[in-house]
């Protein structure tokens, strides 16, 4: 059972395109959260969501919409591709805010 | 502001001992764990602390000071395998994770 799962695990998209990520998850985890990871930054988080259709902004959410409608899902949108939006995304699920959290296989995005 | 500090780098030989460092300034503090990311994989679950002092899981053992916002993460009889990057991360008074950018291990025969 692979708990989180994300697709597509590769992108390449244009920049002004919009593109949504997706994660999926078979362990019914109550939080789920979007993290982008850069060379030379730590895993920064973009969106977070504790329950269905609740959802909260992270440390860098500009330029992103996420949407929880099922428990299971937790896809994220970038609503108009940019170049600094190239980065590697983790999907992750956690049975709280604060305990461990489980992590997706990620998604590579590249803008061009 | 808030900020956790690690190496970049640490090389290391198979069989040895090697201990990671990791230092934080966070509004509040929660908790901090470690997670293990080989190249290309996701991070995955090594360690929690909480209260002050050791927690030992096998090879792997964490440490944490509360009073000087530090920690270490130690790793015994090192393997190839060891090789890969080492995540600390705080969780702050909000309950958010809050990263460091990692150590990367390198492990030499």
């Known amino acids: 059972d692979a708990g989180i799962t994300q697709s597509p695990r590769y992108k390449i998209t244009e920049t002004g395109r919009q593109v949504t990520l997706m994660c999926h998850q078979t362990?019914?985890?109550?939080?789920m959260f979007w993290y982008r990871q850069d060379l030379g930054h730590g895993l920064r988080l973009i969106y977070y969501?504790?329950?269905?259709?609740?959802?909260d902004k992270g440390e860098v959410p500009d330029g992103y919409v996420v949407s929880r409608s099922k428990t299971e899902n937790f896809p994220l949108t970038l609503e108009s591709a940019t170049r600094s939006q190239t980065s590697v995304y983790f999907c992750?699920?956690?049975?709280?805010?604060?305990?461990?959290?489980?992590f997706g296989p990620g998604t590579r995005l590249t803008v061009t | 502001g808030q900020n956790i500090d690690q190496p970049t780098e640490m090389t290391a030989t198979e069989g040895a001992i090697v201990q990671i460092n990791c230092t934080y300034q966070?509004?509040?503090?929660?908790?901090l764990f470690w997670y293990q990311q080989h190249a290309g994989e996701a991070p995955t679950f090594l360690s929690y602390n909480v209260l002050d002092g050791l927690e030992e899981k096998g090879r792997f053992s964490s440490f944490l000071s509360r009073s000087k916002g530090y920690s270490y993460l130690l790793l015994k009889e090192l393997q190839m395998k060891d090789s890969a990057s080492y995540l600390c991360a705080c969780v702050d008074s909000n309950y958010q994770l809050i990263w460091g950018a990692g150590t990367k291990l390198i492990i030499k025969p």
């Open positions: 362990w019914s985890h109550s939080y």
């Open positions: 966070t509004s509040g503090f929660n908790g």
């Open positions: 992750a699920g956690s049975s709280s805010d604060q305990g461990e959290q489980y």
């Open positions: 969501s504790a329950a269905a259709d609740i959802t």
